[in-house]
C-alpha cells in the first residue's frame, strides 16, 4: 500500500496534473520525499510563495490545465496570497497543497499554528482540511474537478503531516468533469435580433473568448453585424498577431474606457462581465457601460464559449462571412533618444513568431499593444488582479508550460521587485524568458493615481513614497547574482543589439532599460500614439485623458 502523500502524487499525474511549484517546510517533507517516488511529477522549487503561486497561474494559462503549488501552512499560503487572487481574478485553475501541523499536534498550538482554511477562504472557492489517509485522494479530485470549472478556480487542499505520512492511500480516478453547455436559443436568438438591429454594438469578449478560435467565430459574427470587438481590460491569456481578428482593449483609464465604449446601443458580454472602473475617481463613473445602452450575456464563465459563439454566428447567418484579420506589420527598428516607447517598438520589431508576452510594463508599456498589434501570432498575459508582481513568476510557468516558445516578460521596476525571485527559477531551471525591466526609478503610475484621487496637499513626504531612486536598483547586479545573463541599456541601439541577442541565445536574459517615466511627457509626446493605438478615436479621447492626467 503506497502511503497517503505517494497514493496522492499518483492521483495528481492520473489527472493530468504533473508539475508542482513547491516552497515546502517540515510539514510538507512526506510530499518532498515522495516526489521520487513518481517520475511524472516535475517539482519546481521557488524562492518565496508569491513566486510558486504567480508560476502556477502562468503555468495554467498556457497550458489550459492546472499546476499544483506545494506550500508551507497558512504562512506559506498567505505569502502565495496576491497571485493566487490574481489566479482568482483571471479564471486560472490553481490546485494549491497546503501542508499543516499532524492532527494530534494542532492542539498546542505550536508556532506555526494558525488557520489555514481562513487564508484559504479568500482566493479558493474550494477549501478542505483532508482528514484522513483514507479519505486524501477522493479529496484531491474533487479539489481538481472544482478548479478545473469552468470557470477555472484556485482549490486549497490543506494536507495534515500525519494524513500525509499514514498507511492507506489509494489512487483515485478524476471523474469525468461534465461538459459545459453552450447559451440557450432563446438567448441566442434575442443577441441575434440585437445584432441584427439598428444602432452601434459592440461585443465584450473575456476569458476563454480570447483564444483564436473564439476569435475566429466572433470576428465572422462581427463582419457580418458590424458589431465592434472589444477585450476585457486584463485579460487571463489574448491571442493576438498577424492573422488573428484584431480586439481593442478597454482602457485601464475608466476616462479612456468610457469614450471606448460611448455611444454603443448594444453591448454582447461573451465570459466576462460588464465593464467597471478600476478605483472609484471623484465625479468619475464607476459603472462604464454607457446609458441607455442595452447589456446581454451570450456565455457566462460557466458556459461554453465557443459553442455559443458558433449558435450565434449560425443565427445571425455569418457561416459564411470573410472575417478582419490582422496583416503582418512591424515597426522599423527604433532610433533616436531612449524611452519606454523605443523599447515597446523594438519589441514589436523583433518579436519571434510564437512569443509570450507576460505584461506588468505598467505605465511603460502604453505604446506595446499598438507596436505589436501586427508583429506574428503571440500570446499576452496581463494582470488580471492588479496585485504587481505577477509578471516574472507568470513568465516562469509560462515557460515551464511551453519550453518551444520564446517568452517575453515585461516589468516595471517597482512590480519587478515583489517577486524577483523568481529570475533564480528562471536560471535553474534554464528557462527560455527574456525579462526586460524598465527602470523608472518609480513607482510612476501612482504619481498619476495621486492626482486622479483628487488627494489634497501631497508634498514632498507623499512624492517620496513613489521615489526609487535612493538608493536606484541595479537589476543586472541582481540578475547576474540570481544566475541570469543581464546586461543594462541606455541608448536605443544598445537595447535593440541586446535584444536581438536574447532572442536568439537560449536560457534566460535580463536587459534593464534605464527610461525616463513615460506619463511625465504624456501629454505633448505620447498622446498621438495612444489615440492611434486606440483605433484613432478623435478629440474626446485627448479630453478626457487630459482630465485624467490634470483634472
Ligand atoms: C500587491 C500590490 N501592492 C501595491 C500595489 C499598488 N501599486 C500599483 S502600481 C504600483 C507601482 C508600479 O510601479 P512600476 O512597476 O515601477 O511601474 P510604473 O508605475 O513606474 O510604470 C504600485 C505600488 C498593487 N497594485 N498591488
Redesign the pocket.
Known amino acids: 500500500m503506497p502511503n497517503g502523500v505517494n497514493a496522492l502524487i499518483q492521483t495528481l499525474v492520473d489527472a493530468g496534473i504533473t508539475t508542482c511549484f513547491t516552497n515546502p517546510g517540515t510539514s510538507e517533507m512526506h510530499f518532498v520525499a515522495a516526489l521520487d517516488t513518481v517520475p511524472e511529477m516535475r517539482a519546481v522549487l521557488a524562492l518565496f510563495e508569491g513566486v510558486a503561486t504567480g508560476e502556477a497561474d502562468g503555468y495554467a494559462r498556457m497550458a489550459d490545465k492546472p499546476a499544483a503549488t506545494l506550500l508551507h501552512l497558512g504562512c506559506g499560503l498567505g505569502n502565495g496570497l496576491?497571485n493566487l487572487h490574481n489566479a482568482r481574478k483571471g479564471k486560472v485553475p490553481v490546485l494549491n497543497i497546503v501542508g499543516d501541523h499532524a492532527t494530534h499536534h494542532v492542539q498546542y498550538d505550536a508556532q506555526l499554528q494558525s488557520d489555514i482554511e481562513t487564508v484559504a477562504r479568500n482566493v479558493s472557492s474550494w477549501v478542505r482540511t483532508s482528514e484522513s489517509t483514507a479519505a486524501l485522494c477522493q479529496d484531491a479530485v474533487e479539489a481538481i474537478a472544482a478548479c478545473m470549472g469552468p470557470p477555472g478556480q484556485v482549490a486549497t487542499l490543506i494536507l495534515p503531516a500525519d494524513v500525509s505520512s499514514g498507511e492507506g492511500g489509494v489512487p483515485v480516478p478524476l471523474p469525468k468533469i461534465p461538459r459545459p453547455t453552450a447559451a440557450d436559443d432563446a438567448t441566442v436568438a434575442a443577441i441575434a435580433r440585437a445584432l441584427q438591429g439598428e444602432g452601434r454594438k459592440g461585443i465584450l469578449l473575456g476569458g476563454r473568448a480570447l483564444r483564436a478560435p473564439a476569435l475566429m467565430a466572433v470576428a465572422r459574427i462581427a463582419a457580418h453585424t458590424g458589431a465592434k470587438l472589444f477585450a476585457e481590460v486584463f485579460p487571463m491569456r489574448l491571442e493576438r498577431g498577424a492573422g488573428l481578428p484584431p480586439v481593442e482593449r478597454i482602457a485601464y483609464l475608466a476616462e479612456l474606457a468610457s469614450v471606448q465604449l460611448t455611444g454603443l446601443d448594444q453591448l454582447i458580454l461573451v465570459d466576462t462581465k460588464a465593464p467597471v472602473s478600476f478605483f472609484a475617481y471623484p465625479g468619475k463613473e464607476s459603472y462604464l457601460v454607457p446609458e441607455g445602452c442595452q447589456l446581454h450575456e451570450l456565455a457566462s464563465p460557466r458556459q461554453d464559449v465557443l459553442g455559443s459563439l458558433e449558435k450565434l454566428s449560425t443565427a445571425v447567418g455569418a457561416g459564411q462571412a470573410t472575417p478582419a484579420l490582422q496583416p503582418l506589420k512591424r515597426p522599423d527598428r527604433p532610433r533616436g533618444k531612449f524611452t519606454a516607447d523605443k523599447v515597446c517598438k523594438a519589441i514589436g520589431h523583433l518579436l519571434p513568431e510564437n512569443a509570450i508576452i507576460a505584461d506588468?510594463?505598467?505605465?511603460?508599456g502604453i505604446m506595446l499593444a499598438m507596436y505589436t498589434a501586427g508583429a506574428p501570432r503571440h500570446d499576452v498575459l496581463t494582470l488580471t488582479g492588479?496585485?504587481?508582481?505577477q509578471d516574472l513568476p507568470n513568465a516562469v510557468g509560462a515557460a515551464v508550460a511551453c519550453p518551444d516558445r520564446k517568452v517575453i516578460a515585461l516589468?516595471?521596476?517597482?512590480?519587478?521587485m515583489?517577486t524577483i525571485q523568481a529570475l533564480w527559477t528562471m536560471a535553474r531551471e534554464q528557462l527560455d524568458v527574456v525579462c526586460i525591466i524598465?527602470n523608472?526609478r518609480?513607482?510612476?503610475?501612482?504619481n498619476v493615481e495621486l492626482q486622479r484621487v483628487g488627494a489634497i496637499g501631497a508634498g514632498e513626504k507623499a512624492k517620496a513614497q513613489?521615489d526609487?531612486n535612493h538608493p536606484p536598483l541595479d537589476f543586472v547586479r541582481m540578475g547576474e547574482s540570481m544566475g541570469v545573463p543581464s546586461r543594462r541599456a541606455t541608448t536605443t541601439e544598445e537595447f535593440t543589439a541586446a535584444l536581438e541577442h536574447a532572442l536568439r541565445t537560449p536560457g534566460p536574459h535580463l536587459i534593464e532599460a534605464i527610461v525616463p517615466?513615460?506619463l511625465a511627457g504624456l501629454k505633448l509626446r505620447v498622446l498621438p500614439h495612444l489615440l492611434q493605438s486606440l483605433a484613432k478615436l478623435p478629440l474626446p479621447v485627448a479630453r478626457a485623458l487630459k482630465r485624467a492626467i490634470a483634472p
Not at 506588468?360 to 511603460?364: L, N, R, V
Not at 516589468?411 to 519587478?416: F, K
Request: proline letters at 4%; hydrophobic letters at 45%; glycine letters at 14%.
Open positions: 496576491a506588468e510594463a505598467q505605465t511603460s492588479g496585485a504587481i508582481g516589468a516595471g521596476d517597482g512590480s519587478a515583489y524598465f523608472n518609480a513607482y510612476a503610475i501612482l513613489f526609487l517615466p513615460t
